[in-house]
């Protein structure tokens, strides 16, 4: 949690939320992950200061324990002082423990940003779905709550001006923007009419830019005209090595030159023969994709 202090922008786990996307897809099947087409809706989440504390805190634990399908787990949350925003236990279940920071006593319209993160966790627990270290595994649950419906409210809990900051989870605000609307262009949702944040707005923003982007990469045939021109080039001198491209050329076992890149929707890697013309379908998230190889 940033709290008056400078908050990082950019991209820089650009590649471990790619991968955290893949192993939601993977793990999860294309069936299940569009089972959360439609996100939490802010009037379920709402806690305003004149709630009672802890019944509020509990009807917002549930909303999201429904909303992530866990009907038999049963959040417990209390209050601390400690240095981050939240911590949950993760036990056996059925019942978790959360800790949320004291300032949330004060400042609870953040309460549901910092469950959607909390009880993520516990999903992903519960599915046995983990990356190696506490950063990139932070990183996915980010990813995985964003994705998957709750995470509008940790990009909406972003606010800075020339006195103050507030940030919560471990994404950029940018990179929440970019998996926020990697998640738009899925299923159709504009989650921005939901944010109270102006910085929000204009974090989406630049994360749409960047998820756009990949839907502009050789070989798909929106690429443009400098992509398409080095993409001939590196085709012209494949197999040897390229650097500094999505794309990789190599021969088949009958030597026919085959190139791979991701899908710009999972990212997991498709290879595909170079052809010319060629319609490819994901086999991971089922997005199909029209190529010039």
């Not at 989406?204 to 443009?224: C, F, I, N, V």
Request: proline fraction near 6%; hydrophobic fraction near 35%.
């Amino acid at each position: 949690m940033a709290s008056d202090g400078p908050v990082e922008h950019g991209f820089p786990h650009l590649e471990t939320v790619r991968a955290a996307v893949t192993a939601l897809y993977r793990r999860l099947s294309y069936d299940t992950v569009q089972t959360f087409a439609t996100s939490v809706a802010p009037a379920d989440v709402a806690f305003c200061d004149t709630d009672d504390l802890y019944p509020g805190v509990q009807r917002v634990a549930r909303e999201l324990v429904r909303h992530y399908r866990l009907p038999d787990a049963r959040m417990i949350v209390g209050f601390r002082d400690m240095r981050y925003a939240a911590n949950v236990e993760l036990a056996a279940g059925p019942e978790y423990f959360v800790e949320l920071n004291d300032r949330f006593r004060t400042h609870r319209r953040d309460i549901g940003a910092a469950l959607a993160h909390e009880v993520m966790h516990v999903y992903l627990h519960r599915l046995d779905l983990s990356f190696p270290g506490t950063r990139d595994n932070e990183i996915l649950t980010d990813t995985a709550a964003t994705y998957l419906g709750a995470g509008w409210l940790l990009l909406d809990a972003y606010r800075e001006d020339a006195a103050s900051s507030q940030k919560l989870g471990y994404l950029t605000p940018e990179e929440f923007g970019y998996v926020l609307a990697k998640r738009s262009l899925v299923f159709g949702e504009d989650p921005s009419v939901w944010f109270t944040s102006p910085q929000a707005y204009t974090a989406y923003g630049k994360g749409m830019e960047r998820a756009r982007l990949d839907e502009r990469q050789p070989p798909l045939t929106a690429a443009g005209w400098a992509g398409r021109r080095r993409y001939a080039r590196d085709r012209r001198d494949a197999p040897g090595p390229q650097s500094g491209v999505p794309y990789t050329f190599s021969p088949d076992d009958g030597g026919r030159l085959r190139v791979s890149f991701s899908c710009p929707t999972c990212h997991q890697r498709i290879r595909v023969p170079v052809r010319g013309r060629v319609r490819a379908r994901c086999g991971l998230c089922r997005t199909v994709l029209e190529c010039d190889t």
